[in-house]
Nanobody
Framework: QVQLVESGGGLVHPGGSLLLSCVVS????????IGWFRQAPRKEREGVSC????????WYRDSVKGRFTISRDNNENTVYLQMDSLKPEDTANYFC??????????????????????WGRGTPVTVSS
């Protein structure tokens, strides 16, 4: 049974940092690309970042480029999202997902729900002064 468990969210002031973790069990990380997504209340889900198998590529949505960094530790079967210079508009529930596809460059892989394979419940992030 594939499970993804996110942690690391919390309340942080604007400009602060958080490190999110996504522990994956039941499947090896190199099985597929892994994505981080977020959903704020009354808003659509949006893709935040993606990492391809073998660290062969990454993707970030424009609004987080230069502030967020995705990485993976295959030994720990964990994917991380380092979030720096956080802004109030980053407030959302963040969740990770295994994707139907191995590469973040696949068109639509981070925007279409049909590419979502397994996902966790998420961890809430609140950026507020």
């Amino acid at each position: 049974q594939v499970q993804l468990v996110e942690s690391g969210g919390g309340l942080v002031h604007p400009g602060g940092s958080l490190l999110l973790s996504c522990v994956v069990s039941g499947i090896t990380l190199d099985h597929s690309a892994i994505g981080w997504f977020r959903q704020a209340p009354r808003k659509e889900r949006e893709g935040v970042s993606c990492i391809s198998i073998g660290d062969s590529g990454t993707w970030y949505r424009d609004s987080v480029k230069g502030r967020f960094t995705i990485s993976r530790d295959n030994n720990e079967n964990t994917v991380y999202l380092q979030m720096d210079s956080l802004k109030p508009e980053d407030t959302a529930n963040y969740f990770c997902a295994t994707l139907y596809g191995q590469y973040c460059s696949i068109p639509g892989i981070m925007t279409s729900s049909r590419y979502l394979d397994h996902w966790g419940r998420g961890t809430p992030v609140t950026v507020s002064s």
